[in-house]
């Protein structure tokens, strides 16, 4: 390919990240998809692939004894350290990996070269399996007050709607068309969830354009249409999620807010939730604090606090309950929106319908729920993962706050949601890394222009067909939990930090043992135990019954225990020691090298036939834990100089 | 002293009670010698049913002639009881805090309480030293067992019994113990059978200023050395602090005198500074703001989780000098009560498997905490809601169990006991109705005549329903070393213990059922499987057709 300067270098060093003098040599090498490197010891077959899409940034650091450093910073928050020997050849792979992670327009994107053996029935299916219509029809729509509308079909009224919207049953074409032209990018209020027990809906929209003064009679009609489609209630909230000073500015500029005198019957309420930017921002200060090289516990929490990540995953958890209570307890219908409509609104409806409705905490519900919410709704997923080079100040970590609220609910309701971690980490990489086409452009029309559904693969599909993977073995169906609506807390201590997504490639610091994968196995097991029991049993009772022919076959017996395995493989993890000297002790530990595997403990291994996103980086279980040394800033005085024994020992 | 001097007013009726996460009772209060005693009076269960000693500190709030008491207790428990009449309201309160705070041990309610259960092992002779030393003595013969401390008049807070090299006779330690501080000579804490290494620990060196010395010290420790081998000394203070403590007398072992030894300073915080941090923290985890930068901020400054990084990170480089180095090791900070024997007992969690059975634990608190005289009585006096000014108060062992937990969570399979386990710990150090923890030494629990006067914890811990209760059904031995994470993201503060009483915890509690559940139904199906297995031989081998073939 182009782009490539330079399709492989020789000795290149991979970095520990955080103890960097451990290192692997190795080969890297550059293809038009992958950064891969491969491990030069003899007998090891040790290769970490990186995607293009995945690189967020890249970084050259002045030169070491060790050669030119590269660092290359992933959105899945992987970071690799490679250390190059000459700097012609650092400053070519530099080169022409800028270009081949910012890939200049839609074709160049790894899903439109994707092609496992799926032949096009297949792809067809893939797609099919995901219908949005089907979740409409789960929630009793189209019905009484509710219809279907084709208003815009040809995406005429909104070019970032989805071509099918319901909108209350007493909505016109006109009052659609006329409260579209008083909403910013024509997104006017439509159904997002409906309550099939008490009527009372979840709506959305874009801000309207009110400015001073302004008014629209359509407007104020669909809004009444609304309140009217819930024959149960006599008003509506009406709740803008953003901080009010935002939205007073947003005035100034012809946009804004309802004015509850012109609305009949709405209570009108701000929930201030930040801006792309602030998010932006906040989830890079909390970036920076995961990767502080050895920090210390005032460190990472004063880091996390003035980062404010866990403040604004709070804000929006808090507007998600605001609305929970008013759909399920008050019976009241809320019309949901922030400045588009595409990202705080996304957020606050999907969390909603997280608390609301237990279909949306299994496997398929919240593939349902993100197609629904995000991707049909128009969020803008390649601006805001940066798939093709574009403006930066569009980027923003909106869907990671999602993904963050259902895993904070997960830790508070453990039994509640059919899936586990290892899906929402799966979801989060493959949104960024552009192998499947379900997040590629900014709202359907593009993914319609681009020919995705013929062109590239749904990662939904995917997920289903791996779903034992994500199984979350606490899940029961008629579990009390899984029952009704979430009501958790949101005390400050409720929040917690999600090292399994962001410090998810630092093996050293997971627990060694996981419960989950322990219930894995004891449930794959249970279930062979029962079909034994039923073959026994059958077996038995042709025995007694015809006392003559039997046909003997021999099961293998259950005299060994069945975590037996699962213990030893994590154990290989567990008896390696991190770095507590801080360098003090220099010696080798004597640990014996365990065969590289890459689906230890709670890793999201995806079974991807590409491997694209290799665990292989620290899969040496003895360089693999990371060297979180414990060097606090009160025992300096054990040693300064972490690589000479005798600086040490003169200075004791 | 009589305690009904101190109970001006025995009984009242109509008192409200709100507790956390349960319905508020009404009912009548009674209070007796040791016992704050809420019953409700419809159906006559007991609905509260506290100790004394449980109380931290109490607050008294009026309205109009209603009075509300509410009570603070050290196992972190806020509760109110709104009591009608204002005489009766004070006269209360001034008997709980008067019976909450006697001084005299010998009033403790362990004295007077009759166990309702049946003792059928007495765990006061569950963990003898002897028994600790035959085990030993199967290992090593490098090793004796000393009476040189018999009537603790060598080092007061010694056992009697104590386990030295075999090579050290009993006036060589006794010139020791006049080394080192409070008379801890340095004695065997532990020995690793992998590789024969040992951890020792003691009181710091009385070097003083002027660079005292002893021979005897010098002898004593090296002769744990294997020929041409190094050991370590790990001082769990800063090397500041340790310079500054030979003013005081104290010191550390020079590298001229000790050419054997390379000496590692730590820096784990000791006695009001960790008492303060257990305030701060607990006053942060009860903040009602819902502020999230109020909390974290609050969370850091109560610095609880650095402690609990240090004390881990020190523990982990001591198992990992034996483990790993090969070496030996000798622990000590000033008095060696307390930090030390955090370091030397999660030493022992992480390299011994033994330790991390329910028994084993038991026999681990046994030897490192309470023959090996940690002033229980002194630490846990008062806790987080104390008004009065800590004087020895520290939350030493809490901090230890703490960190129990941490690597516990880590390795949710490799410990025989579950987080129950440490919680009840934490509840019967600072509260009990067994003597277990009562006093500060070996030699206080023998003048109190403990063993004769009060039951053991370990006799109620020891029976088959209280195991099942504490077991981790998740547990696989493994004899592996477990290397715990200290990377501040892999620490997590214990809500166990401190949010416990400030969230509900029914839906974690019932993922753990779900848990349980799912073992217990895999192991009927095993069980159900095999005994098939077995009818389907007997009906095959009955079988005429196969017999005769």
């Not at chain 1, 869907?399 to 929402?424: G, S, T, Y």
């Amino acid at each position: 390919m182009e782009f490539i300067r330079l399709p492989k270098v020789e000795n290149v060093k991979l970095l520990d990240r955080v103890s960097p003098r451990r290192s692997r040599v190795g080969t890297l090498y550059l293809t038009a998809t992958h950064t891969i490197f491969v491990e030069n010891e003899a007998g090891v077959r040790n290769e970490t692939w990186v995607l293009h899409s995945l690189v967020c940034s890249l970084e050259k650091q002045a030169a070491t004894s060790s050669g030119y450093p590269l660092l290359i910073h992933c959105k899945n928050f992987q970071v690799l350290h490679f250390a190059i020997p000459r700097e012609q050849e650092c400053q070519d792979v530099h080169l022409s990996l800028q270009r081949l992670s910012q890939p200049e327009s839609y074709e160049e994107l790894y899903c439109f070269s994707y092609k496992p053996n799926v032949d096009d029935e297949e792809r067809q299916n893939e797609w099919d399996f995901m219908n949005l219509k089907a979740d409409y029809s789960r929630m009793g729509l189209p019905n009484a007050h509710w219809k279907l509308s084709p208003a815009n079909r040809n995406y005429k009224v909104s070019d970032t709607y989805p071509a099918d919207l319901f909108v209350p049953e007493s909505a016109t074409p006109p009052v659609i068309v006329g409260s579209s032209k008083f909403r910013s990018r024509g997104r006017f209020p439509t159904l997002s969830y409906y309550s099939k027990e008490n009527h009372a809906a979840i709506c959305r929209s874009s801000q309207p354009l009110s400015g001073f003064s302004a008014r629209c009679l359509e407007d104020e009609q669909m809004l009444e249409a609304i309140l009217r489609s819930n024959p149960c209630s006599d008003f509506m909230y009406v709740v803008d999620t953003r901080p009010k000073l935002n939205a007073i500015a947003n005035r100034a500029a012809g946009k804004g807010y309802e004015n509850e005198d012109n609305y009949s019957n709405i209570k009108f309420q701000f929930i201030g939730i930040e801006n792309i930017h602030v998010m932006r921002n906040s989830q890079q200060k909390m970036l920076e604090v995961c990767e502080l090289r050895s920090p210390s516990m005032s460190d990472f929490l004063e880091g996390l606090e003035s980062s404010g990540w866990l403040k604004h995953i709070k804000a929006v958890l808090d507007a998600g309950i605001f609305i929970t209570k008013a759909v399920a307890e008050e019976g009241v219908s809320v019309l949901v929106h922030c400045s588009d409509g595409w990202d705080r609104t996304a957020q606050v409806c999907s969390v909603a319908c997280v608390l609301l409705d237990p279909y949306y905490r299994t496997l398929q519900g919240l593939m349902v729920l993100i197609e629904k919410d995000w991707i049909s709704f128009g969020h803008k997923f390649s601006h805001r993962c940066n798939h093709l080079v574009g403006d930066p100040k569009e980027v923003s970590p909106v869907i990671d706050q999602f993904l963050e609220c259902v895993w904070q609910l997960m830790e508070q309701f453990p039994c509640a949601f059919e899936f586990n971690e290892r899906f929402l980490i799966t979801i989060h990489s493959h949104i960024y890394s552009c192998q499947y086409g379900n997040f590629i452009g900014n709202n359907q029309r593009e993914r319609i222009q681009l020919g995705v559904h013929q062109r590239t693969h749904s990662l939904w599909s995917y997920l289903w067909t791996n779903r034992t993977d994500y199984i979350n073995p606490l899940y029961r169906p008629d579990h009390s939990q899984t029952q009704g609506l979430l009501r958790p807390s949101t005390a400050p201590y409720c929040f917690k930090f999600w090292r399994g997504l962001y410090n998810r490639f630092d093996q050293g610091i997971h627990p060694r043992q996981s419960v989950e994968d322990y219930l894995r196995t004891i449930q794959e097991e249970t279930q062979q135990l029962e079909e034994q029991l039923a073959s026994h049993k059958q077996k038995i009772a042709k025995l007694e019954e015809e006392q003559g022919w039997s046909v003997v076959q021999e099961a293998a017996p259950f005299d060994k225990s069945p975590t037996a395995w699962t213990l030893s493989h994590d154990l290989r993890l567990a008896n390696t020691p991190q770095d507590y000297t801080g360098g003090f002790i220099t010696s080798s530990p004597s640990q014996p090298k365990a065969p590289d595997s890459s689906g230890l403990i709670l890793l999201p291994q995806d079974l991807n036939q590409t491997s694209i996103f290799s665990l292989s980086n620290s899969s040496d279980p003895e360089s693999g834990i990371a060297d979180l040394s414990c060097r606090s800033p009160l025992s300096e005085d054990s040693t300064r100089d972490p690589d000479s024994d005798e600086a040490v020992y003169s200075a004791a | 002293m009589e305690f009904a001097e101190l109970i001006k007013t025995p009984r009242v009726d109509g008192v409200v009670l709100h507790r956390p996460f349960l319905p508020t009772v009404e009912g009548t209060l009674c209070l007796t010698g040791h016992h704050l005693i809420l019953s409700s009076r419809q159906d006559n269960t007991e609905e509260l049913w506290l100790l004394h000693s449980n109380i931290d500190s109490i607050e008294k709030r009026f309205v109009g002639s209603l009075g509300s008491i509410i009570v603070k207790c050290k196992d972190l428990r806020v509760i109110q009881l709104d009591i009608p009449g204002m005489e009766e309201c004070l006269n209360i309160a001034s008997s709980i805090e008067a019976l909450s705070t006697l001084d005299s041990v010998s009033l403790m309610y362990p004295f007077f309480y009759r166990p309702m259960f049946e003792v059928i092992e007495d765990g006061w002779n569950s963990f003898l030293p002897e028994d600790a030393f035959k085990d030993l003595e199967s290992m090593t013969d490098e090793w004796r067992l000393s009476e040189v401390n018999k009537d603790f008049s060598v080092c007061p807070s010694y056992p009697p019994l104590v386990a030295v090299p075999k090579d050290i006779d009993d006036e060589t330690l006794r010139k020791v113990a006049t080394f080192r501080h409070g008379g801890r000579f340095p004695v065997l804490s532990y020995y690793h059978k992998k590789n024969g290494m040992v951890m020792m620990r003691a009181g710091q060196p009385l070097t003083g200023t002027n660079g005292r010395r002893c021979k005897e010290d010098e002898k004593l420790i090296n002769a744990t050395l294997r020929p041409g081998k190094r050991g370590y000394i790990i001082d769990t203070r800063t090397i500041n602090v340790a310079q500054q403590a030979k003013a005081r007398g104290g010191g550390i072992e020079s590298e001229a005198n000790y050419p054997q030894w390379r000496r590692i300073h730590k820096a784990i915080e000791r006695s009001n500074v960790l008492q303060e941090s257990l305030i701060k923290l607990v006053e942060a985890c009860n903040d009602q703001s819902h502020n999230m930068d109020r909390w974290l901020s609050k969370l850091e400054a109560s610095n609880w989780q650095t402690h609990v990084k240090e004390i881990l990170t020190t523990a982990c480089l001591a198992a990992q000098c034996i483990d790993r180095e090969g070496a030996s090791v000798l622990v000590h900070g000033t008095e060696g009560t307390d930090t030390t024997l955090q370091v030397t007992s999660l030493a022992q969690i992480i390299l011994d498997p033994s330790c991390r059975t329910i028994r084993g634990f038991q026999g681990l608190v046994e030897r490192e905490w309470l023959q090996a005289g940690h002033p229980f009585q002194q630490r846990c006096a008062q806790s987080a809601y104390s008004n009065s000014k800590p004087r020895q108060e520290a939350p030493v062992f809490l901090l230890f169990l703490d960190c129990v937990w941490q690597i516990l969570r880590q390795f949710p399979c490799s410990f025989e006991f579950s987080e129950s386990y440490l919680v009840l710990l934490f509840e019967h150090a600072y509260a009990s109705q067994f003597g277990t923890f009562l006093g500060n030494s070996a030699a206080e629990r023998a003048k109190l005549s403990l063993p004769e006067k009060t039951v053991s914890l370990w006799s109620w811990v020891n029976r088959h329903q209280e195991i099942e209760r504490l077991t981790n059904p998740l547990f696989e031995a493994n004899s592996l070393v477990i290397w715990p994470s200290v990377a501040p993201q892999s620490l997590l503060l214990w809500e166990g213990v401190f949010l416990r009483w400030n969230r509900s915890s029914k839906c974690l509690d019932e993922a753990y059922e779900e848990m349980v559940h799912i073992i217990e139904y895999n192991k009927e199906l095993q069980n159900k499987v095999n005994s098939l297995r077995r009818q389907l031989a007997q009906l095959e081998t009955e079988d005429p057709l196969l017999q005769t073939p």
